[in-house]
């Protein structure tokens, strides 16, 4: 069965602090992989996507994730966190044209 | 990149009534549509496929009968949630995928509250 894991359902970082955020999958087929973020009462933002080759990608707003296949992860990072950057995040993963399975979601907390 | 709507973006509806939800990809076609649900601090779980021509298909779990989706261009489909309760109420996010470039995009979700 498809399956998402993100093993850390609430983490708090102090402003500045470098941040890892894990992801796995199980899938039949390496998927094309995601990450997104959610903030209250809002929709989703794409950060990241990996679709194929490099498997060290480049998000937006400061944020990379690295594709390992061996381990089927694909965690984020970045490596110094804004306040602004508390909110929900999600590892999707799936095949072109077909739904995406999601990620239970870990809740980001900032201490200023 | 492609845009994916949805209306209305919120809406109160009374125990009994129902309530129609509209996805539209706005710059591209869409023979595609899938209808997600989310509920308080959970995650996004697929509802149903939505197909352009031909019925939907649900997810275990999900009663046909009590969200009736219509594919009914390339570029709408509708989520009715039939004598909604209390218990649907939720956010629903649609999402149509871009085939050739295996992109999804999602709309921007309607939240629903059923008093």
């Known amino acids: 069965a498809q399956s998402v894991t993100q093993p850390d359902i609430h983490i708090t970082v102090s402003e500045g602090a470098s941040l890892e955020l894990r992801c796995n999958y199980s899938y039949g087929a390496t998927p094309y992989l995601f990450w997104y973020v959610q903030s209250p009462g809002q929709g989703l933002q794409l950060l990241l996507k990996y679709f194929s080759g490099d498997t060290l990608v480049q998000g937006i707003k400061g944020f990379e994730a690295e594709f390992k296949r061996s381990q089927s992860s694909f965690n984020l990072r970045k490596p110094s966190v804004h306040w602004s950057d508390a909110a929900e995040y999600f590892c999707?993963?799936?095949?072109?044209?077909?739904?995406?399975?999601f990620g239970p979601g870990t809740r980001l907390s900032v201490l200023p | 990149g492609a845009v994916v709507s949805q209306h209305p973006s919120w809406v109160i509806c009374k125990s009994g009534t129902s309530v129609k939800i509209e996805c539209r990809s706005l710059?591209?076609?869409?023979?595609?549509m899938f209808w997600y649900r989310q509920f308080p601090k959970q995650s996004l779980m697929l509802m149903a496929t939505s197909n352009e021509g031909s019925k939907a298909t649900y997810e275990q779990g999900v009663e046909k009968d009590k969200f009736l989706i219509n594919h009914a261009s390339l570029t709408l489909s509708t989520l009715t949630v039939t004598s909604a309760h209390p218990e649907d109420s939720s956010f629903y996010i649609c999402?149509?995928?871009?085939?050739?470039?295996?992109?999804?995009?999602f709309g921007p979700g309607t939240r629903l509250t059923v008093t």
């Open positions: 999707a993963v799936g095949l072109s044209g077909q739904n995406f399975v």
């Open positions: 710059d591209f076609q869409a023979t595609t």
């Open positions: 999402s149509a995928p871009d085939r050739p470039a295996g992109e999804q995009y």
